[in-house]
């Protein structure tokens, strides 16, 4: 069974540049989440999607970040414009239903400089 | 509110030692789910167990064991004769009524040879 795919594995971004992620999670898995990691901490939940709807966005800086899952499958997760302190992993997860594992994909490295 | 506490930041045994990560949650929620999650250089996380809360059996699988008590509110998780691929950091995660996963901060286990 494939996992759960993110790309790009790294980016790195100067301040104020827009930066987008991409994540593909297992086939048939109806919530999708979208973490921060920060180092040194543990994941931070940023958005959670049931389907293709948002249930819960509420760590979102919305300010600046966006994200969108299409059609229920694929998820993109924006950043625009970033700050330094947007530097961190971030964590694509997708899992059957809301009370069921996760299952994570290995994250994108974002730096921003 | 939902909580995640893993008091110890860092861990360090030698090969063949017994070790247990500990975690302590809050929830004011009957039905719950806690996880533990092993991340390892890599980066991605990788699911180890879960478990919800009207099942307080201790399990075992291989080297692994899991000691839930919910008087205590803990959820600590053991390795057995420590190896040096068990080397990682472990999140324990609480999953409640929020619809939320939330992590704690992890555990760093170096296990030396």
């Known amino acids: 069974e494939a996992g759960v795919a993110q790309s790009p594995r790294y980016k790195i971004i100067e301040k104020r540049q827009s930066v987008a992620f991409w994540c593909n999670p297992i086939?048939?898995?109806?919530?999708l989440y979208w973490y921060q990691q920060i180092l040194g901490q543990g994941p931070k939940l940023l958005i959670q999607f049931q389907n293709n709807g948002v249930v819960d966005d509420s760590q979102l800086p919305k300010d600046r970040f966006s994200a969108e899952r299409l059609k229920g499958v694929d998820s993109t997760l924006k950043i625009q414009p970033a700050k330094l302190e947007d530097s961190a992993v971030y964590l694509c997860a997708s899992s059957l239903d809301r009370d069921t594992e996760a299952f994570f994909g290995q994250g994108t490295r974002l730096t921003v400089v | 509110a939902q909580k995640v506490t893993q008091a110890q930041t860092e861990i360090s045994v030698v090969e063949k030692e017994d070790v247990t990560l500990d975690c302590v949650y809050e929830t004011r929620d009957t039905t719950y789910y806690l996880f533990w999650y092993k991340q390892p250089p890599s980066g991605e996380l990788v699911f180890l167990i879960r478990?919800?809360?009207?099942?307080?059996q201790n399990e075992i699988s291989g080297r692994y064991s899991w000691n839930f008590q919910k008087s205590t509110s803990s959820f600590n998780f053991t390795i057995t004769a420590s190896q040096v691929v068990d080397s990682a950091v472990y999140f324990c995660?609480?999953?409640?009524?929020?619809?939320?996963?939330?992590f704690g901060q992890g555990t760093t286990l170096q296990v030396k040879p």
């Open positions: 086939s048939g898995h109806a919530t």
């Open positions: 995660a609480l999953f409640s009524n929020t619809g939320k996963l939330i």
């Open positions: 478990r919800n809360s009207f099942d307080e």
